[in-house]
Antibody, heavy 125, light 111 residues
């Protein structure tokens, strides 16, 4: 079945750029029916959508993070990636990648499934 | 502050039913039938339980059901079991500027 796995450094210094990659296995990232997304969860807090990408490279970002976020896709490797710049301690969180279903011809965002296991990224000097 | 409002906690005894509310606005929950619900056990990734307001993915128990009225969506769990103790999050499509919003989460305690 489809599986997603996050990878990247677990520790990032303040003001630097957080970089994570999600590897998709058991299916193609080039499916026309899905976007691919990043969601984060600070310790002890709720979920926050970061942004999503289509296999063609079309991206949508959370307005509150848009100025610092870049999501890209590499279809040859079946991977998509997240870069978050100018990080602070407030960006410390478990970062999840997930498949995002779209609804209808208008491509409204629908549900996230499956999710990766998540990776904790700590911002600290 | 989360875009969707959920109660911080709910509780119930085994065998009982509970309902978790998720209140949004006419820009998200009220405008689209695209509410999803996720169950998250400690240290685990969220799991999709309900999508499009009331549909259950394959493999999810029929004890879980969803509904919507106006700007409020609800998740009902009937016949509570100890394994249902977890955090629950709602999520909604929010239109072409905000896109995706989550609720703050509800901790379900099975007494």
């Amino acid at each position: 079945q489809l599986q997603l796995q996050e990878s990247g450094p677990g520790l990032v210094k303040p003001s630097e750029t957080l970089s994570l990659t999600c590897t998709v296995s058991g299916g193609s990232i080039s499916s026309s029916s899905y976007y691919w997304g990043w969601i984060r969860q600070p310790p002890g807090k709720g979920l926050e959508w970061i942004g999503s990408i289509y296999y063609s490279g079309s991206t949508y970002y959370n307005p509150s993070l848009k100025s610092r976020v870049t999501i890209s896709v590499d279809t040859s490797k079946n991977q998509f990636s997240l870069k978050l710049s100018s990080v602070t301690a407030a960006d410390t969180a478990v970062y999840y990648c997930a498949r995002l279903a779209i609804f209808g011809v208008v491509s409204y965002f629908n549900w996230f499934d499956p999710w990766g296991q998540g990776t904790l990224v700590t911002v600290s000097s | 502050q989360s875009a969707l409002t959920q109660p911080a906690s709910v509780s119930g005894s085994p065998g009982q039913s509970i309902t978790i509310s998720c209140t949004g606005t006419s820009s998200d929950v009220g405008s689209y039938n695209l509410v999803s619900w996720y169950q998250q056990h400690p240290g685990k990734a969220p799991k999709l339980m309900i999508y499009e307001g009331s549909k259950r993915p394959s493999g999810v128990s029929n004890r879980f059901s969803g509904s919507k009225s106006g700007n409020t969506a609800s998740l009902t769990i009937s016949g509570l079991q100890a394994e249902d103790e977890a955090d629950y999050y709602c999520c909604s499509y929010a239109g072409s500027s905000t896109y995706v919003v989550f609720g703050g989460g509800t901790k379900l305690t099975v007494l």
